[in-house]
C-alpha cells in the first residue's frame, strides 16, 4: 500500500511538472505572437518591404500610369461632366451649381455637348443644367423645325408640343365615350374619378373637348390662323399632328376661357389633378417652355405615378420632368 501511495505521488509529481512545462511553452508561444506583431507594425508596412497595407484593393493603373475614369451611371449617354478629373474649374463649378453638388446630369448627352454649349451662350443666365435639359427637350430649335415624330404614340407619357408630333394617321384604339367627347380608356376612367370627387365637394367639372382627330385640328387651327394670323395663332393653338387631344389624353374643361381659371372649380382642378394622373399643362409659369399662353381649362394626362413624381420633386413643366426622367432615366438611389 505504501510503495502504491508513493508511485502515485510521483505520477502526481511528474503531471504537475508536465503541465508546468507545457504552460510555459503556451507563455512562450504567446510571448512570440506579440513579439512578431509588434515587429510586423514597426516594420512590415513600411515602402519598399513588400508590405501590402497601403497597395491592398487599389486598381491596377492603366498603361499611361493613370486611374482609368469609372464609367457613367446606368442610363446615362454621357459622362459625368461635374466630376471629370479632366474638366476645368469653371466648368466643374458650373455643373456643380447646376445640380447643388449631387448627382452628375445623367441626362447628358456628349454628343450635344456643341449645342448646350451654343444654346447656353445665347440665353444668358441660363444654367448648365437648365441648358442641358431645355436642349434634350429641343427647345434650342425653332418652332415646328427639326421636328420629331413621337416614338410611341400609345405611351402615357409621351411628349407632344411644337417640336414632337404624331402620325397623321394616329387616333387611338382604346377611345371611350365621356360626356360629349371621347378619351382613352384608362384616362376616361381617371377622369370620371376626379369630376365625382370635385362634385362630392361641391365643384361641378364636366368634358368640353377631349379626343380631336389630325383633320379637326387641321380645321381648327385654319380659322385661327385666318382670323388672327398664325403668330397670334401659335400662341393658343397647336397645329395638326402637335395637339395633345390627338393622343386622347387630353380634356378642356367647362368653359374655354382664361376666368375658368380663377373659378372654385379652376382652382380645385388646379390643386387636385395631380391626385388622379392629370397636369394642368399649360400654365403662366411654364409659358416660356411650352410657348402656349396659360390655358387654366387645359389637363393631359400622364398617370398618378408620374404625377406623384412630379409633384413631390416640384417641376413646372411636363417638358423638363419628360426629360429627366422618361427620355432618360436617374440613376438607382439618386
Do not use: C
Not at 404624331?166 to 384604339?173: K, R
Not at 370627387?197 to 385654319?222: D, M, N
Not at 405615378?305 to 440613376?331: C, D, N, Q, R
Amino acid at each position: 500500500m505504501r510503495e502504491y501511495k508513493d508511485a502515485s505521488e510521483r505520477r502526481k509529481a511528474r503531471r504537475k511538472k508536465k503541465a508546468a512545462r507545457k504552460g510555459n511553452v503556451a507563455l512562450l508561444i504567446i510571448v512570440l505572437v506579440v513579439l512578431a506583431g509588434a515587429l510586423y507594425i514597426m516594420f512590415g508596412s513600411a515602402p519598399g518591404n513588400g508590405g501590402g497595407a497601403e497597395t491592398q484593393g487599389t486598381e491596377e493603373p492603366d498603361e499611361a500610369g493613370v486611374q482609368e475614369k469609372p464609367k457613367p451611371p446606368a442610363g446615362s449617354d454621357g459622362p459625368d461632366v461635374a466630376g471629370d478629373p479632366g474638366a476645368d474649374d469653371e466648368d466643374q463649378g458650373e455643373d456643380i451649381e447646376g445640380q447643388g453638388g449631387a448627382d452628375p446630369l445623367w441626362y447628358y448627352n456628349i454628343d450635344r455637348a456643341e449645342r448646350y454649349e451654343a444654346f447656353a451662350a445665347r440665353m444668358p443666365g441660363l444654367s448648365h443644367e437648365d441648358a442641358v435639359w431645355m436642349v434634350e427637350a429641343d427647345l434650342d430649335r425653332e418652332p415646328y423645325e427639326n421636328v420629331n415624330e413621337v416614338p410611341d404614340p400609345n405611351s402615357l407619357t409621351l411628349l407632344v408640343n411644337k417640336h414632337f408630333y404624331l402620325p397623321e394617321s394616329f387616333s387611338p384604339a382604346d377611345l371611350v365615350g365621356i360626356g360629349n367627347s371621347m378619351m382613352r380608356k384608362e384616362a376616361a376612367d381617371a377622369m370620371l374619378s376626379m369630376i365625382d370627387e370635385a362634385a362630392a365637394e361641391g365643384h361641378k367639372l364636366w368634358v368640353q373637348s377631349g379626343f380631336r382627330s389630325f383633320s379637326t385640328q387641321v380645321s381648327l387651327y385654319s380659322q385661327y390662323s385666318a382670323r388672327d394670323g398664325s403668330e397670334v395663332a401659335d400662341t393658343y393653338s397647336a397645329r395638326a399632328g402637335h395637339s395633345e387631344h390627338q393622343s386622347g389624353m387630353a380634356a378642356d374643361f367647362n368653359t374655354i376661357t382664361d376666368a375658368f381659371g380663377d373659378t372654385p372649380e379652376g382652382r380645385w382642378a388646379s390643386e387636385n389633378a395631380w391626385r388622379y394622373g392629370f397636369i394642368e399643362r399649360y400654365t403662366a409659369e411654364n409659358t416660356d417652355v411650352t410657348l402656349y399662353k396659360r390655358e387654366p381649362w387645359h389637363f393631359r394626362y400622364i398617370g398618378r405615378v408620374a404625377t406623384i413624381e412630379m409633384h413631390s420633386l416640384g417641376f413646372s413643366s411636363y417638358e423638363e420632368y419628360w426629360v429627366k426622367y422618361v427620355k432618360y432615366s436617374p440613376p438607382q438611389g439618386g
